[in-house]
């Protein structure tokens, strides 16, 4: 018995020393120390032995669990031990590797020019005016001085919406323009006596039912500016508007007006900038003229003015439309406006 014992340790130990996983380790624990294993057979089988050889048998089978249970405990240790060793080797941090970039949005390109838009005209005193998207073709076309049969109301498809009457259909604003009455009226409404002098953009989504092409999409944006008081005349139309292409292109840039025609302004006139690309030689940008057009303006129509609350008599003032779209793709040299809607990264991350 007592040999069997020694042989029953050493086997236990040997067969410990190869255990490398916790699932060994188990498994060692069930065949060496279980119920089934041989030491606990031999405390079963001491009842077998003889009076005088029982008290040294159990002492011995005693010390051999003794051992395989302090082996077990130490491989335990050690086997932890290792693989904790093991994660710092191998989930080290170097804390001097660089960190990682997080990509952060930016705004649409229009947005920007909308903003610097913005900004100009804030330090030239004019304030901001939003008005609605959705618009009555009364303010959309007629107090905008456009006859029901006039052709310049062909030349703007709407997107008409539900809600509106016959005589006065309800549209998606086709030019931010509407807003000048809204504002004027407002002006008035607060002092109808002495209504107070008008300086305003009005930057806004307008909407046109149109082909959609490389040069027009059916959704864009567009800044209106008014300015309504006591004496104001084309020149100030002429220096607020150059000084604005100055501050917005090149403090050097040329600018020239042409007459034009609009229902809404009396004497009308388009600004073009000379073309930054080539300075005025000519290019294809600006199609070898040398020139941009980059705005309609105009002194506002006396019927306008009136339609406003205001008397044309004691005030005047100039208005301008200008696309933040086609801004963008002049400065930028972009060739084609659908890239703004497409939501294309690749065009987006550009600005
Ligand atoms: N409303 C015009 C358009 O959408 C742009 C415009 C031209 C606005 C001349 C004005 C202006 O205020 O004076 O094409």
Known sequence: ?????????KDGLATLEKVASEADLQAW???HLGRNSAVMQAFKNLGALGKDERPAAGQAANQVKVALEGALAKRETALKAGRVAQSLETEQVDVTLPGRRVP????????????EIRRIFAEMGFQVYRSRDVETDVYNFQLLNFPPNHPAREMQDSFYVEGGSDENPLLLRTHTSPGQIHAMREAVARDPDNP?????????????????????????????GLAVGKRITFGDLKGTLSDFARRFFNPDVRTRFRASHFPFTEPSAEMDVECFV?????????????WLEILGSGMVHPNVLRNGGYDPEVYSGFAFGMGPERLTMLRYR?????????NDLRFLEQF
């Open 1 to 9: 018995m007592l040999d069997e014992l020694k042989s029953i340790e």
């Open 29 to 31: 624990r069930t065949k």
């Open 104 to 115: 952060l949005g930016r705004l649409h390109p229009v947005t920007q020019t909308m903003r």
């Open 196 to 224: 107070s002098p008008v300086r305003i953009i009005l930057p806004g989504m307008c909407y046109r039912y149109e082909q959609i092409t490389a040069r027009s999409e059916i959704q864009f944006t567009q800044v209106e």
């Open 278 to 290: 080539c300075g005025g030689e000519g290019c294809p940008v600006c199609k070898q003229t040398g």
């Open 334 to 342: 972009i060739e084609d406006i659908r890239y703004f809607w497409r």
